[in-house]
């Protein structure tokens, strides 16, 4: 009898976790764990433990979200715990309800690690072989996070935003046992950042932040604002210079420095002309010289559905390195990554390759996700994958560490 009325609660409670999905903090040992109710709780809590006979509890707040007819309670609780461990944890109610037991690995706070990086995917359609390839993944493999640059479910907001309920239970795997880290693009923007807001929690604020993980300092940038909402520039680039104008002491721990957003600054779609030419050149005047100076290693970007791959470049120029092929010692600027081609609410687009600037290195127009290891120091290896093949489309390496190339 109390089974059956437990069952009965299940089906029939409003208040029963769902949408659950982690973010790494200001500092690797912080998580961000956020989850949703139809209705609101006495309390918003997480309990984690090593393993579930030893729970420790922590508590958050929430907010009200409604979207015409669909209305939910987000909630937000914060965490310390130990970079690199993996716990136990359930999100609810102390008073009313849990959810069942979630697995989180903490990303290590230096060591080897590996991230998918991917943009434009809606896994309702198109993208839904990419995802379930992504899942597999994150869970059979060492994966640390899960990197989204936007356009975010074709989209978040359709329907009185249940496509994005959807969504976000479909991640909900993948997005509660690793951090799932988002950049806005401009289909957040349809309904002025409404849901990207109150869906998800990354530091600093939504739209620019960093954060660390392994040997990585990543930075996630609002590339909108610099194309469409143009007054709100200048607190973000002054964010920008201050993260990466970097001590010595951060360059040793996080040797890697990767900025990402949704649009690109290079890329040679005829079928994005407008993205790849006038919008493109805006976002260098504002940003290359800054990722050139500082040092950046990688630009990694949506917008754009399809995989576009450079050489180091800089104003235009296919810059010096070392190395042959598809390794580069100690290249002398940046390397730009499209990866907007997972599957989303459209074909992919095509690669202008006749007549292609010297700086396009690598390009596929078939549905493809990234994933790239920072294994030391001095190894970066980025792999791009073509979904349904089981194999890598395009492969390259960085490796620092030759003084002839140390400096530009």
């Known amino acids: 009898m109390i089974l059956l009325l437990l069952m009965i609660r299940q089906i029939f409670a409003t208040d029963i976790p769902e949408q659950v999905h982690v ?13 949703s109710t139809r209705e609101s709780t006495p309390t918003s809590a997480v ?17 009200s979200f409604t979207n015409g007819t669909n209305s939910w309670i987000i909630h937000t609780v914060n965490a310390t715990l130990y970079p ?8 609810g109610c102390v008073l009313t309800n849990f959810s069942q037991t979630f697995t989180l690995t903490v990303p290590p706070s230096s060591g080897p690690s590996s991230y998918v990086m991917f943009a434009d995917l809606d896994i309702g359609v ?20 899960v990197i989204h640059m936007g356009d975010i479910a074709y989209d978040l907001s359709t329907d009185y935003a249940t496509w994005g309920d959807n969504y976000m239970n479909s991640i909900q795997a993948v997005a509660s046992s ?10 957040e923007g349809d309904d002025n950042y409404v849901n990207y807001q109150a869906r998800f929690r990354m530091p600093n604020n939504n739209f620019y932040y960093t954060w660390t993980s392994g040997y ?31 001590t010595q002491a951060d360059k040793e721990a996080y040797p890697w420095l990767v900025v990402y957003a949704h649009r690109p600054l290079y890329c040679s779609s005829t079928a994005k002309a407008k993205a790849c030419g006038s919008e493109a050149q805006i976002l260098q005047d504002n940003l290359e010289t800054l990722f050139y100076d500082y040092n950046v290693d990688l630009y990694v970007n949506g917008h754009v559905h399809n995989y576009e791959r450079t050489t180091p470049v800089y104003k235009g120029n296919k810059m010096k390195s070392g190395g042959s092929g598809n390794t580069y010692i100690d290249p002398l600027a940046t390397i730009y990554v499209t990866t907007g081609g997972p599957g989303s609410d459209s074909s992919n687009s095509d690669v202008a390759t006749k007549n292609a600037p010297n700086w396009l290195a690598a390009w596929d127009d078939n549905f493809t996700y990234s994933i790239f290891t920072a294994f030391n120091a001095t190894h970066l290896c980025w792999q791009q994958w073509e979904t349904g093949k089981s194999k890598t489309t395009d492969e390259f390496w960085i490796v620092k560490g030759s003084s002839a190339f140390a400096e530009h």
């Open 178 to 187: 690793v951090p799932y880290m988002v950049a806005v693009g401009n289909h």
């Open 23 to 35: 973010a790494v903090g200001a500092s690797p040992s912080l998580i961000q764990f956020t989850w």
């Open 84 to 91: 690199g461990t993996v716990y136990s944890y359930q999100v």
């Open 216 to 246: 990585v300092r990543f930075l996630g940038i609002d590339t909108e604002a610099i194309i469409e909402r143009t007054s709100e520039i200048g607190p973000m680039m002054g964010y920008i210079q201050s993260v990466l104008n970097r």
């Open 47 to 63: 309990r984690i433990g090593l393993n579930p006979s030893f729970w420790k509890y922590y508590y958050g707040s929430s907010i």
């Open 126 to 145: 198109d993208g839904a072989a990419s995802w379930q390839e992504i899942e597999n993944w994150v869970i059979k493999m060492k994966i640390n996070a």
